[in-house]
């Protein structure tokens, strides 16, 4: 990345920020998304590499290596899967739908909360999982294979490519709160448009149960 573009800035989950002499251009990097997932042999992991500009994502990929799937997208040009356009699945019920999340681990806060969301999600949805790698999380999302994601705690290079992969694929992202600042809070919630509303509700309500 620094040869193809010396001036731009880097974000790294390994090493941190670094500002280059262009800081209106910043990559945004995991090498390895679904660290745990790849130390114990899981073949569910990937590399993702985002562009930002001016604070909003132009360009994302998500390289699946093990399956050989590359997932990409940039602003205003669609998204896909090597050669193939993606779209978000057309499922409307929530009954049908099938959900993917991501939970708090080792000391990180939101335990119980997130304790008390997922019986209610299960009973409300067709089905749920936890793959363990954020970023194709919401490639699958924009593939149709998931119908919405939801996730806390996130760090910026975990999601920013998966963003704009379900954007470009006709879906909606926001905070689960409904807010626009996914990258600065880490919270992620990403459907399809017709479902968002009902998803949206759902886990709202779940997260204000006492």
Not at 53 to 76: N, Q, R, S, T, Y
Not at 105 to 119: E, H, I, T
Not at 126 to 133: L, Y
Not at 163 to 190: D, F, H, P, R
């Amino acid at each position: 990345l620094t040869r193809a573009r010396p001036d731009y800035s880097l974000l790294l989950e390994e090493s941190g920020a670094t500002e280059g002499a262009d800081p209106s251009h910043v990559w945004l990097v995991d090498p390895l998304d679904g660290t745990s997932n790849f130390l114990h042999g899981i073949p569910h992991f990937s590399i993702t590499v985002a562009l930002q500009h001016e604070g909003k994502i132009v360009a994302g990929v998500i390289l699946d290596p093990i399956h050989d799937e590359f997932f990409w997208a940039e602003k205003g040009c669609g998204a896909f899967l090597n050669n193939h356009r993606l779209r978000v699945s057309a499922r409307k019920n929530l009954s049908d739908s099938l959900l993917a999340y991501g939970e708090p681990f080792g000391g990180r806060p939101g335990k119980d909360a997130f304790a008390r969301v997922l019986p209610i999600v299960m009973e409300q949805t067709a089905g749920i999982r936890r793959s363990g790698a954020a970023a194709q999380d919401l490639a699958y999302v924009a593939a149709g294979r998931f119908d919405g994601y939801w996730e806390e705690g996130l760090k910026p290079w975990d999601m920013a490519a998966g963003i704009l992969l379900v954007q470009e694929a006709g879906g909606y992202v926001t905070e689960i709160n409904g807010g626009k600042n996914m990258l600065q809070s880490g919270s992620i919630l990403a459907t399809n448009d017709a479902l968002y509303p009902s998803v949206a509700t759902l886990l709202r309500g779940a997260y204000k149960t006492p």
